[in-house]
């Protein structure tokens, strides 16, 4: 068998291309457009590439992005004072503070301090309650990517087993809560998991979140299972001095097995930052306190 690819890259333009639909039918509801705040603490290159990246999505989307680009010494109450503006701002639906922040911030107390209405990273302990407890909130974007692919490729998940392997709060914990949320029976494993190989023979769906370069092999697969690989390792490349992107999975044994299976790049990579789009346009859509159409997105 060889798996089928789910083409992340696709489905993220059709999304996109559905939230800038949404985000004109905003703007003339509205009389103003939706709008992403994006902070930025000191220069770390990858997180300014990303930050760039959401800020150009967001505009091409037909929304108004607002990027705060600070020192990498910014005093921790700097930072909570410019996040009380933003909240304050009625200009700004989603606020979104790129990580990791500079060692002397306190991560935690910064996305403690943003309201949960326009938190749409869904960091924020109260997002995660309800996430939780099943209610109407933000969730973090790359585990809602996934479970878009998972839905877009099977369907009605209820009763298929679940394997999560990786429990961060980014993206293994709120994977898991989604799947127990579309009722699949669901295992997460982690470092400290036994015989993680039997673990993941279980599953029908295998979200790997473990940031270690393929190292979810085929034969650890059920053949017919769906794969979705959330890794982006670096490795040395073929030539000298080039490097390469891999996944948490060994795609080539892994795609021999299961009947579908995200590539690294082009599978869950695309899905977060049209997820982030999405989120923040729900929240313009709540914050102005208009109806978004039903199932829109
Ligand atoms: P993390 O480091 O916070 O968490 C990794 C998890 O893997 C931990 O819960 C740990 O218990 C588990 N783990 C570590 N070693 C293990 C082992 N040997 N066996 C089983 N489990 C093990 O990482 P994260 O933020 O959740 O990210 C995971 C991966 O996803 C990384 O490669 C990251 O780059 C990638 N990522 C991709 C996107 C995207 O947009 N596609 C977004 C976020 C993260």
Same mark, same amino acid.
């Given at each position: 068998?060889? =798996? +089928? ?6 489905? =993220?333009? *059709?999304?996109? +291309?559905?939230?800038?639909d $949404? ?7 509205a009389g103003?457009?939706?709008g ?11 997180? #300014?590439?990303?930050v760039?990246? !959401?800020?150009?999505s ?7 992005s ?5 020192p990498a010494? %910014? ?11 933003? &909240?304050?701002d009625?200009? /700004? ?13 306190? @991560? ?14 869904g960091f924020h ?6 996430? +939780?407890?099943?209610?109407p909130?933000?969730?973090p974007? %790359? ?7 998972? !839905? ?10 679940? /394997?999560?392997?990786g429990?961060? &709060?980014?993206?293994?914990?709120p994977?898991? #809560?989604?799947?127990?949320? @579309?009722?699949?029976?669901v295992? /997460?494993?982690?470092?400290? %998991?036994?015989?993680? +190989? ?12 473990v940031g270690?370069? @393929? ?6 697969? !059920?053949p017919g299972? %769906? ?5 982006i ?9 080039? *490097? ?10 892994a795609?021999?097995?299961?009947? =579908?299976i ?12 049209a997820?982030?789009?999405? &989120?923040? $346009?729900?929240? =313009?859509?709540? &914050?102005?306190?208009? @109806?978004?159409?039903a199932?829109?997105i």
């Amino acid at each position: 068998m060889t =798996a +089928a690819v789910i083409d992340g890259k696709a489905f =993220a333009a *059709t999304l996109r +291309a559905r939230i800038a639909d $949404l985000a004109a039918a905003f703007e003339l509801q509205a009389g103003r457009k939706a709008g992403l705040a994006v902070v930025l603490v000191g220069e770390d290159p990858a997180s #300014q590439v990303y930050v760039r990246s !959401k800020g150009k999505s967001t505009i091409e989307a037909g929304m108004a992005s607002f990027e705060h680009k600070l020192p990498a010494d %910014t005093a921790e109450a700097d930072l909570l004072a410019l996040v009380d503006r933003l &909240n304050a701002d009625p200009a /700004v639906d989603g606020i979104l503070v790129q990580l990791p922040l500079p060692r002397h911030i306190d @991560e935690q107390k910064v996305i403690a301090a943003i309201n949960p209405d326009k938190d749409v990273d869904g960091f924020h302990v109260t997002n995660a309650g309800r996430l +939780a407890v099943g209610q109407p909130g933000f969730v973090p974007c %790359t585990p809602l990517g996934c479970l878009m692919l998972l !839905k877009d490729r099977l369907g009605d998940l209820s009763g298929l087993d679940a /394997v999560v392997i990786g429990r961060s &709060n980014i993206v293994g914990k709120p994977m898991a #809560q989604l799947l127990i949320g @579309e009722s699949c029976t669901v295992t /997460v494993a982690h470092s400290r %998991t036994r015989n993680l +190989a039997d673990v993941v023979r279980r599953a029908d769906i295998v979200v790997a979140a473990v940031g270690r370069p @393929e190292m979810v092999k085929g034969d650890w697969i !059920k053949p017919g299972a %769906t794969v979705i690989d959330v890794g982006i390792n670096r490795v040395p490349g073929a030539a000298e001095g080039k *490097t390469r992107l891999v996944g948490d999975v060994d795609y080539a044994s892994a795609a021999a097995v299961a009947s =579908a299976i995200t590539p690294v790049p082009g599978g869950v990579g695309p899905m977060t930052i049209a997820v982030l789009l999405r &989120n923040a $346009l729900v929240a =313009a859509w709540r &914050n102005a306190g208009l @109806e978004l159409p039903a199932d829109a997105i």
